[in-house]
């Protein structure tokens, strides 16, 4: 039996008091701590290669390991928060967190850096501790728009990241890097300590197993649609990370100022989520947001077939992409933590895996299937998998339906 919030889950007149507005920024910033340290090392992976003795290939790992094992904290961090609450799962994956980033920083080969780099990865509870606690301290339809103005912290902070982090390493050191990852990560512990309370509506479900409680949301068609649509959507722009330079040439320097309209299309995006998500029913705001990325890039695809094939008509329908996904990201995780209220933290645990998962398996797919480094092919693919967003939101849509009139009046 599925439930979209429970009265405790959803306190309207406390998500409008000082202590809510204080609670929701410690949330804001939990979710911004907890995806900076993704790509801030990026501009000093060549010198701590240098420095630490790696091949390029091991040093990469840094990042691109440190995805995969942030997809599984994902996964079961979610489940444990309901068990056991968010407040104590914050708290230890920040102190983790902290000694990991010490242990980088300390670190004198590259193996003892993988490993503390690893255990770095433990802050992504915190993400999905800030997306539940935004849920839980909210109504339904504010939660919706409090989760579109979070997600523009989510779309800053990373692309702030590399920019900090090259200048630490140009100045102090790679070592600077992960010295001030951990003095971040004490001024976000020793604030939580005073401000996060316990968000959670109850902890009686201790008697059930994980496993039933991953079986519970994999059974239910809602929560698979909400998934896909997040996965197609993610997807849609990992093709264009990879597929862009590729295609477009020209420096570095102009291909990355063109690129950077996808990331500020998204935190336009999630501004127009929190103004105006609240008015419009959930799955009508998700058909919305995947039409006007499928527009944006059939348009493109039009320009390309009229011969137009220079860098302003390839990126500027691509920003449509940022936009839509701004749009559909805190919308779709909203929706997927509020089937079971006492399985919010597993159900955005589980969709933030499924959507990194979903979206690199797609990505994966697409690059087979590419015939060639084409630009007309590229917007093709993207179109084919953003319609399939744009499916997945009118199940959505039509699932929510029959529960939005039942709770109509009259």
Known sequence: MTCEASPRSSPTRATQSPESASRFAIFVLLSALSVVPVNLIAPALPTMAVELLSDPAVISLAVAGYAVVTALVELISGAISDRYGRRPVALVSMAIFILASIGCAASANIMTFLFFRALQAAIAACFSVALVGIKETSSDRDGASRMGYAAMAWALAPMLGPTVGGALDQFL????????????GTAMLLLSLRALGETAPSLTWRERSYLKSYALLLGSVRFWAYAACMAFSTATLYIFLVGAPLVIGGSSAVLGLYMGLVPTGFIFGSYLTGRFASRFPRGTALIAARALTC???????MLTTMGNTDAPAFFLPCMFIGIGNGLTLPLANMGAMSLHSDLSGTAAGLAAAMQMGGGAVIVSIAGILLPEADTHALLAMMLSVALLALFAATVVALLERPLTTAHRPG
Do not use: E, N, P
């Open 173 to 184: 050191g790679w070592r600077a890097i992960f010295i001030t990852l951990a003095l971040c």
């Open 295 to 301: 527009a944006g890039l059939l348009v493109g695809l």
